[in-house]
């Protein structure tokens, strides 16, 4: 899928975006890819760009509500 994310945040900060509140909706957990790839190379790459500030919000992983959530869903089938 494009446009690629380490191409598109590389421009951000010359377009004025100089801050990012990142995160990975497909993922229900955090991974190496969100934790290496976006919270750290990513983060990287955009303030070598001239970017101010990325912030990678945690995945569900065991928040309660989620926990919750997916039980019932298994429950139904």
């Excluded at 995160?23 to 955090?30: E, L, R, T, V, Y």
């Amino acid at each position: 899928m494009q446009p690629y994310t380490d191409v598109v945040l590389k421009d951000l900060p010359g377009e004025g975006k100089k801050k990012v509140l990142a995160f990975s909706p497909a993922f229900i957990a955090d991974c190496l890819e969100t934790t290496l790839e976006v919270g750290e190379e990513f983060k990287e790459e955009f303030e070598e760009a001239g970017g101010d500030e990325w912030d990678l919000v945690p995945s569900l992983n065991t928040s309660e509500t989620w926990v919750e959530c997916l039980k019932e869903l298994v429950e139904e089938v």
